[in-house]
């Protein structure tokens, strides 16, 4: 690939950053995220959009997905997102096929233009994760990224690979297994308040607590906390 054509797509990628940050500073207020009102009436229209296109709707969101992962998005918004607008059967199977896309995208970018930064400021930090990676780089990756990324921002998981050059089908891989269990129980959260949205007009705490929508997610979310934490220590942490 030539020097060209490297600033080319290293300048699309600044610029497709930089519009997505425009975007949410400028037309999205933080406030609006905890109006229920908001919330109701933009779920429902989404919800709409994709039973009246479901295939155009579902291309679009996994694109959408996709650029968000690859411009450096936090994964949980999109996996409640998903929840909420295709429960958490089809909202799993198109989160973790839009995360893995997105991440494996973002991997090789990095590893193409970043190589030489990433290492120079993560190799000492992680160095126990690379001699672990090296032994056998699918299996670890993968209980990696069952742990969470052990506590590693999203992003960050997602182009550290690059210290110990992986190769892109066993972090596909690693990574599309990795990541069901998570991405399953927070879809599931974002069902459960589609639902209670659904069934109310008006939501209180006492909605929210005595809602198995709401709580089992939750639970299960905080088990996965606690294996994850438990293998991380065995594991990462040896």
Not at 202 to 222: A, E, H, Q, R
């Amino acid at each position: 690939m030539n020097k060209n054509f490297k600033l080319i797509l290293g300048g699309i990628y600044l610029l497709c950053l930089g519009i997505l940050l425009f975007i949410l500073f400028s037309y999205l207020d933080m406030k609006d995220l905890t109006n229920y009102s908001f919330i109701r009436d933009k779920g429902q229209l989404l919800i709409n959009f994709k039973n009246e296109n479901f295939f155009g709707f579902t291309i679009l969101f996994i694109i959408a997905s996709v650029v968000w992962v690859l411009l450096l998005g936090f994964g949980s918004p999109i996996a409640i997102l998903a929840g909420f607008i295709f429960g958490k059967w089809y909202g799993t199977f198109f989160s973790v096929l839009s995360f893995t896309i997105g991440s494996s995208l973002l991997y090789l970018l990095a590893r193409y233009y970043l190589e030489s930064f990433i290492t120079k400021i993560l190799s000492k930090t992680i160095h126990k994760y690379k001699n672990l990676f090296n032994k056998n780089e699918f299996l670890y990756f993968m209980i990696f990224r069952l742990t969470g990324g052990a506590g590693i921002p999203f992003a960050i998981q997602n182009v550290l690979p690059v210290l110990f050059n992986m190769k892109i089908k066993n972090y596909i891989y690693a990574t599309f297994l990795g990541l069901v269990p998570t991405v399953f129980v927070i879809n599931s959260l974002g069902e459960g308040i589609e639902n209670l949205i659904e069934s109310n007009e008006n939501i209180g705490y006492k909605n929210i607590i005595t809602d198995p929508g709401i709580y089992i997610p939750l639970i299960g979310f905080l088990i996965i906390l606690i294996i994850s934490y438990f293998i991380k220590k065995k594991i990462f942490e040896k």
